[in-house]
């Protein structure tokens, strides 16, 4: 296959043919790699092709032709400013911006043969947002865009994106002679040891970054494949157990992969099914996705007021129930690691230094039991955030600094990576209670929905 860009190789192997191959491409974001793309795995690194202490993202490309699968290679090694402690890694060594003048010169084929630059994708995602005069935040923009450039070269360097690219370049010249090869697998892992700002594991299977998704999207085309589905089907709605209730009020238990309010291609959430019992509610917070536990909606605008002004002041209590990968050596403690958006990979976080745009984050922890379960001994913790981070209690669990030891299930942060995204299975994180000064009659209310972790 030809070489898009320098900083790549690609390599090709053959890999066995392990039964009925997939009749569309699985979404590289959201589905767990099937038994090939671990074959593939196992065989480029029984190979020995990556050299000793390499560092970064390995892609794999599958193709099947003639009953024939052959897999392709692609990486990409970490940077060594990647490498540094996370107390003095710099934000615009791991997300450099990029100015106008310095977009490179990247051709883009997709699988129906049509090519584009790298300048004009970012020019169609730019088309919506006319340049501002300075008077008007055109500087504030400027910045803005030129991080936005960074994170689309990013996304286009991806080794996803290179082996898809390279592999469409080539079905548009012609290398593959006779019968058109059917792609059939497209994902990402991680080899080395983890960069501090981040958690990775080696030999861990991660979706492509953020970035990825505007150019994949497009060069998926002509190529039989399934986009992202949303956690939730319209057509099978989730009960919501009712935990508190009055007049001004409305508390539920929120299973897990349910979206707290409409976003994205969730339109099923937990706001819009129960707003279509209750009328209008009105958002206090919110839990991530793969969250379970207490959920709480103002039903009137009176006490929306003093509801987020309890949790903007830090007056609401919350307290959440995890299980962890395995077991911990201490039984109670205090986590303070400060958490940013990670900007090229959203929506994970990073650890990095409040000089460089971490928010101060603060978990104190406590170790309920040890269970046993189908994969072995893990904890329970209970997990108090101080602060209102987003993933902090995965971050705070997972990071070498924190509990070192990953939420069971967490496909961001955890071992399993994007195996975890298997329906079996799911982030062992609950919201156990919370604890607030009722908005209307002054009364303490403590709402508590116990955690039922499945057994995997």
């Known amino acids: 296959m030809p070489i898009s860009d320098s900083i790549h190789d690609f390599f090709s192997l053959p890999v066995p043919t392990l039964g009925t191959c997939p009749a569309h491409l699985a979404c590289p974001y959201t589905s767990a790699p099937d038994k090939h793309a671990k074959a593939a795995q196992k065989g480029l690194m029984a190979a020995g092709w990556l050299p000793d202490g390499f560092m970064g993202r390995v892609g794999v490309l599958l193709a099947i032709k003639d009953d024939a699968i052959t897999a392709y290679y692609a990486t990409r090694t970490l940077s060594d400013a990647g490498k540094a402690p996370w107390q003095t890694t710099l934000a615009a060594d791991i997300w450099p911006g990029l100015e106008d003048d310095d977009v490179p010169t990247i051709v883009l084929t997709n699988g129906l043969g049509q090519t584009k630059t790298l300048y004009t994708l970012i020019n169609e995602v730019f088309a919506p947002f006319p340049k501002r005069d300075d ?17 689309l070269l990013d996304g286009v360097l991806s080794p996803s994106v290179q082996l898809l690219l390279a592999f469409n370049a080539s079905l548009a010249n012609g290398s593959f002679k006779n019968s058109r090869p059917r792609v059939i697998g497209l994902t990402e892992w991680w080899v080395g040891s983890s960069p501090a700002w981040d958690i990775r594991f080696d030999q861990t299977f991660y979706a492509p970054t953020s970035g990825a998704r505007f150019i ?12 992202a589905k949303p956690q939730q089907d319209p057509l099978t709605i989730p009960s919501l157990p009712i935990l508190y209730e009055d007049d001004h009020l409305l508390v539920i238990n929120k299973p897990a992969r349910l979206s ?19 009328g209008e509610l009105f958002v206090i917070h919110r839990l991530d996705m793969g969250t379970s536990g207490v959920l709480a909606f103002a039903k009137t605008k009176a006490a929306l007021r003093p509801l987020n002004k309890a949790f903007s002041d830090r007056h609401a209590h919350k307290t959440y129930v995890a299980r962890l990968e395995g077991t911990i050596e201490t039984t109670h403690g205090t986590i303070s ?41 893990k904890t329970l913790v209970e997990l108090s955030p101080i602060t209102g981070r987003t993933h902090q209690l995965r971050m705070h669990s997972a990071h070498p600094d924190g509990l070192n030891c990953p939420i069971d299930g967490d496909p961001f942060y955890g071992h399993g990576g994007l195996l975890e995204e298997s329906r079996t299975r799911r982030l062992c994180l609950h919201a156990a209670s919370l604890s607030i000064v009722h908005p209307m009659t002054g009364e303490p209310l403590t709402v508590i929905a116990p955690a039922d972790f499945p057994n995997f």
């Open 135 to 151: 008077d008007h935040g055109g500087r504030e923009q400027a910045v803005r865009r030129a991080l936005w450039r960074g994170f």
């Open 216 to 227: 994949l999207a497009w060069g998926l085309d002509g190529h039989p494949h399934n986009d």
């Open 260 to 278: 707290s309010v409409p976003g994205g291609s969730e339109t099923v959430s937990a706001k819009s099914i129960l707003e279509a019992t209750y």
């Open 337 to 377: 690691l400060p958490i940013a958006l990670n900007w090229f990979d959203r929506p994970k976080q990073a650890i990095l230094p409040e000089a460089q745009g971490g928010r101060e984050a603060v978990t104190t922890y406590r170790v309920i039991d040890t269970v046993s379960t189908q994969s072995g001994l």
